[in-house]
């Protein structure tokens, strides 16, 4: 299937000279988000994760399905001061930004295979921070998957693990 013509772009959002790809025709249609959760369910079998995390936002709505379709457990990585209970961030800086991701220190148990999931890689940087986070606490990253790689921004440079992309512009 075609999947990139599920994905619309706007330019200069959300800032000038910013392309934006827009998943949301992707998750709008039935058959295609359904295809999209088969392809990448069937790529992700090789790391037998324990655990899917998805980065916020829009990794929640690629890691709960394939979550439940691997039947393994599901864990946000969200921005600073989001999640409730005892919590260990990372900050980081990328080429346009900085920030900082948060997980719930109980929510992965030591030694547990996880795999990192986003929508879009772009610079890598907030993916390489979730990899680097769930090995602060304890994880063992097996790899990581996108819908879409940004390839112009070199993100695959800054990944140490194994990673799968839907498509690549």
Not at 69 to 78: D, E, I, K, S, Y
Not at 117 to 140: C, F, K, P, S
Not at 157 to 168: F, G, I, N
Request: proline share 5%; charged share 20%; aromatic share 10%.
């Amino acid at each position: 299937m075609d999947y990139k013509k599920y994905v619309r772009t706007f330019p200069d959002f959300p800032t000038p000279g910013t392309t934006f790809y827009d998943i949301a025709p992707l998750l709008g249609d039935g058959n295609a988000w359904h295809s999209a959760i088969d392809l990448l369910s069937e790529k992700l079998l090789v790391f037998a994760p324990d655990m899917l995390v998805g980065i916020e936002s829009r990794g929640f709505l690629l890691a709960a399905p394939l979550a439940h379709r691997l039947a393994c457990g599901f864990v946000m990585a969200r921005k600073s001061g989001k999640l409730p209970g005892d919590t260990k961030s990372l900050s980081y800086e990328s080429e346009y930004a900085n920030g900082t991701v948060e997980v719930q220190v109980d929510g992965i148990k030591p030694g547990q295979r996880v795999v990192v999931l986003d929508d879009i890689l772009a610079t890598g940087g907030t993916a390489r921070a979730t990899i680097r986070l769930m090995r602060e606490v304890g994880a063992d990253v097996q790899g990581a998957a996108f819908f879409v790689e940004l390839s112009k921004f070199k993100g695959r440079s800054k990944l140490d693990v194994p990673y799968y992309t839907l498509m690549t512009y």
